[in-house]
């Protein structure tokens, strides 16, 4: 299997997006790409196989791809690397080994199943304390936890109702890069490929079944606050958004390796998701990949099938990279994301939503204020909250003055802090070769000896992020 790139041959800059591609192929363990200029008989064969709707019109000016799974990356002369980004998936991914992925289930799944048999059906079969138990530790030493026939089926009916009704209302989902986008940017963002979900939150939590699942993910939580293994790491997590519906349409829809809470700082700590996927099968793809941590981790470590009345649990934060697989039938998850006060107290807009009640709910019927108390650092910050409205919208002035007392920073501030030599070094050669700057030479003279290996003048990766950010260069006419 390989990925079909079709360009302009007589464009400066999609020969520039194709050195660069070329560059790193020649870098990577396997063929992964098959190159075809336009005009060419054989970009004109792969045109044909696109679908009617994802085959443009004509590609002057452009870089298209077609990947192995059917999904078309449009307009990759304008940003190559989430064309590298399928090549180094393809070179570097590996499948657990069998050894792998025993280990895993005797600690993950196992465990849950034999307290879901003992139950013989009982409601809430994981809310047993051996359950618990075993849930707390799966997530310290695998950070995931699987719950199968979490609900009644009751329930999950209603849940997959409220899902078909809402459906007409539900608009693209978005990835992070997306808060930072406006206007043609911002549509460009909501209709990559990257992600393929149509999305809807159910703020007020009326819809129907919202409300028992909710009451039951909450109660879980409480539970594992309860347990020895996750209790400190859980000591904050009294606050909750409420339930987003999302459906994969069955044309090879994804969502493409991401980290819930990547910087650590929008406040999210764990991540539930709800599957009710009847009559599901491996031919229908969408199974959720978890990776081992680290968004460079290429080792897979356990993929889970969407079923019906399945949860999944995982932890928001780097521990847990994972995607959504290619889906070949609908597919429908509820998410909902636990938070924490503490970390929420310190940027500026999950500080905000903690005094929004519409949009985050405090678990359990918890009292509101308490728990604002609770996750405050010192004295002069419980004063500070003390202080504020629990419904308010903050004026500048008043942003100014939490931004001093809570000491916020800003997520280019972390992301400072986080990146290596390597990143940066990475970051200026492509935005090099991007100008023209022939690929070999933009890497030699960006990227530190001690960084190359003996074979390539580059890292084994140097996709970074789904968010590259890319520079802004002049268009050239082709």
């Known amino acids: 299997m390989v990925i079909h790139v079709l360009y302009d041959a007589c464009c400066p800059t999609c020969l520039r997006a194709i050195q660069l591609v070329t560059f790193r192929e020649d870098t990577l363990k396997a063929a992964t790409t098959e190159l075809h200029p336009w005009p060419s008989a054989g ?3 792969v045109l044909r196989g696109m679908a009617f709707g994802e085959r ?3 590609l002057r000016g452009r870089v298209w791809a077609k990947l192995s799974s059917g999904l078309v990356l449009p307009n990759c002369q304008e940003d190559p690397m989430r064309l590298i980004y399928e090549m180094e998936y393809m070179a570097f991914v590996r499948l657990p080994t069998p050894q792998i992925r025993a280990h895993v289930d005797e600690i993950v799944v196992l465990p849950l199943e034999r307290a879901r048999q003992d ?17 707390a530790r799966a997530l310290a030493s695998q950070h995931f936890a699987v719950f199968d026939d979490f609900l009644p089926e009751a329930t999950c009916e209603a849940l997959a109702a409220s899902a078909r009704s809402a459906r007409p209302e539900m608009q693209r989902g978005a990835t992070g890069a997306a808060s930072k986008a406006t206007g043609t940017d911002l549509a460009k963002v909501l209709n990559e490929p990257s992600r393929g979900d149509v999305v809807k939150f159910c703020d007020d939590g009326k ?3 919202c409300p028992e699942l909710l009451d039951a993910l909450d109660a879980l939580v409480e539970g594992l606050q309860g347990c020895e293994e996750t209790r400190q790491r859980l000591r904050c997590v009294d606050w909750a958004n409420g339930a987003m519906f999302a459906i994969y349409p069955g044309n090879a829809s994804r969502y493409i390796k991401h980290v819930d809470n990547t910087l650590g700082t929008d406040g999210r700590c ?3 998701v709800l599957y009710l996927n009847r009559d599901w099968t491996k031919q229908h793809g969408g199974s959720l990949r978890l990776f081992e941590p680290g968004m460079q981790n290429c080792q897979v470590k356990r993929d889970v099938e969407p079923i019906w009345n399945r949860l999944v649990v995982f932890w928001s934060t780097q521990e847990v990279p994972h995607e959504v697989m290619a889906c070949y039938k609908d597919r429908l998850a509820i998410s909902v994301w636990f938070l924490c006060g503490a970390q929420s107290l310190r940027s500026r807009e999950p500080f905000t939503r903690l005094f929004r009640p519409e949009k985050l709910r405090c678990i359990a019927g918890r009292d509101r204020r308490q728990r604002l108390l609770h996750a405050a650092a010192n004295q002069n910050e419980r004063e500070a909250l003390a202080q504020l409205p629990l419904d308010c919208t903050f004026t500048q002035q008043q942003l100014s003055e939490q931004a001093r007392i809570f000491h916020w920073r800003t997520e280019e501030d972390v992301q400072k802090d986080q990146d290596t030599e390597q990143d940066l070094a990475i970051r200026t050669a492509v935005a090099k070769a991007l100008q023209g700057v022939p690929a070999a030479e933009a890497f030699q003279a960006a990227v530190p000896d001690k960084m190359q290996s003996a074979k390539c003048s580059l890292p084994l990766r140097f ?4 968010d590259f950010p890319l520079p802004r260069r002049p268009q050239d006419d082709p």
């Open 43 to 45: 970009a004109e064969e």
């Open 119 to 135: 139950a013989k059906g009982r409601a809430r079969w994981w809310s047993s304390p051996s359950a618990l138990r075993s849930a």
């Open 270 to 272: 764990l991540t539930a």
């Open 463 to 466: 996709e970074l992020v789904e």
């Open 207 to 209: 819809m129907s079944g």
């Open 56 to 58: 443009p019109a004509s």
